[in-house]
C-alpha cells in the first residue's frame, strides 16, 4: 500500500472537514436582493462569491497598496457568521440595534471550530471595521454587488423596504473611497432610480 502523502493532524483534519460543512448553510440563507433575472432572492454563498470574482476583475480598479488575495478571503468569510446570526437587512434600522452582538457571538462559535479559526475572525473584522485598503475595497465591492441588482431589477429591495435616498447615499459612501472607478456611474444610477421612483426622496 502506498504511503499517505497527508502527513498533517488528523483532528485538525477532522475539524477543518466539519468547518466546511457547517459553511454549506450558507447556500440556505438568503438575502433581500434578488437575482438579476428576477427568479428569486440570492444565497449568502451567491453573494459571496459574486464579490470574490468582481475583486478579482476589478483588482486593478483598487486602491493603492490592496492585496487582492486577502480580499478574497476577506469577502468569503464576511457573512459566514450569518450562519447563526441570520441576514439582516442593511436599510432595517431597528434589526441592526443588535447586529454587533449577534454576530460576535456567532464569530466565537463559528470560528472556534477550526484550528486556524482566529485567523479568519480577524479577516472577518478587518472586513467590519473598514480602515485598512483591503476592507475599504472589500466594502466598496459588498456594497456595489446589490445596488447593481438593485438597479437591474427595477428597485426590488429599495421599493420593498421604503428605502430613501439619504440611505442610499450613506450606505454607498464607501465606493468613492474603495472603488472610484465606480463612483460616477453610482452616482448616475441613484438620480436615475430617484426618477423612476426605485429609491424615496426625502431622509
Keep these: 500500500m502506498a504511503e499517505s502523502i497527508y502527513k498533517g493532524n488528523i483532528e485538525d483534519f477532522n475539524k477543518k472537514m466539519q468547518f466546511l460543512m457547517i459553511a454549506d448553510q450558507m447556500k440556505g440563507i438568503y438575502r433581500q436582493t434578488i437575482l438579476m433575472d428576477k427568479s428569486r432572492r440570492e444565497t449568502d454563498a451567491e453573494h459571496s462569491w459574486h464579490i470574490a470574482l468582481m475583486a ?8 493603492k497598496g490592496t492585496d487582492i488575495n486577502r480580499v478574497i478571503k476577506m ?4 457573512d459566514l457568521v450569518e450562519i447563526y446570526a441570520g441576514d439582516t437587512f442593511c436599510y432595517d434600522y431597528k434589526a441592526s440595534q443588535d447586529k454587533e452582538k449577534r454576530e460576535m457571538e456567532a464569530a466565537n462559535r463559528l470560528f472556534s471550530i477550526i484550528p486556524d479559526g482566529e485567523e479568519y475572525k480577524k479577516l472577518w473584522i478587518e472586513f467590519d471595521e473598514k480602515e485598512s ?8 465591492l459588498d456594497c456595489l454587488q446589490p445596488f447593481m441588482n438593485n438597479f437591474i431589477t ?3 429591495t429599495w421599493r420593498k423596504g421604503g428605502v430613501t435616498l439619504q440611505k442610499v447615499q450613506k450606505r454607498m459612501a464607501v465606493i468613492e473611497k474603495g472603488l472610484p472607478a465606480a463612483w460616477e456611474l453610482v452616482q448616475k444610477i441613484i438620480v436615475d432610480s ?5 429609491i424615496k426622496e426625502g431622509e
Excluded: C
Excluded at 75 to 78: P, Q
Design 194 to 198: 430617484v426618477e423612476k421612483g426605485y
Design 75 to 78: 469577502v468569503l468569510v464576511h
Design 133 to 140: 485598503p483591503d476592507a475599504i475595497f472589500a466594502a466598496a
Design 56 to 63: 478579482m476583475v476589478l483588482s486593478d480598479y483598487a486602491p
Design 154 to 156: 427595477d428597485g426590488h
